[in-house]
């Protein structure tokens, strides 16, 4: 069983910047972000695979970024330019195996391991 601990959510102007944390306790084929707002249905973010392979949704391509730091177990999302659409409850995840983008980018997608979430609020 693998846990992830997310970090770094807060509170940002529109235009601003956060990076979202996610420390992995194990190794896992593929890792990911995907958010929920209130009242709408989650939403896959980014997803980088252990060939390196990353896939953003079209909502933040050019604006997040997404990257592992393998020394320390622990994926990224840098967030930048963001937007009030932005804001949602952001989670890390992970999955054994390699996910189809139109599985993850999906609402219905069930990640082998997921965190417990990390705010984002844009105003």
């Known amino acids: 069983h693998v846990q992830l601990v997310e970090s770094g959510g807060g509170s940002v102007q529109a235009g601003g910047s956060l990076r979202l944390s996610c420390a992995a306790s194990?190794?896992?084929?593929?890792m990911a972000w995907f958010r929920q707002a209130p009242g709408k249905e989650r939403e896959g973010v980014a997803s980088?695979?252990?060939?390196?392979?990353?896939t953003y949704a079209d909502s933040v391509k050019g604006r997040f970024t997404i990257s592992q730091d393998n020394a320390k177990n622990t994926l990224y999302l840098q967030m930048n330019s963001l937007k009030p659409e932005d804001t949602a409850t952001y989670y890390c995840?992970?999955?054994?195996?390699?996910?189809?983008?139109?599985?993850?980018?999906?609402?219905?997608?069930?990640?082998?391991?997921r965190g417990q979430g990390t705010q984002v609020t844009v105003s």
């Open positions: 995840a992970a999955d054994e195996g390699c996910p189809t983008n139109s599985a993850w980018l999906g609402p219905g997608y069930e990640w082998n391991y």
């Open positions: 980088l695979d252990s060939e390196k392979r990353i």
């Open positions: 194990g190794y896992t084929y593929t």
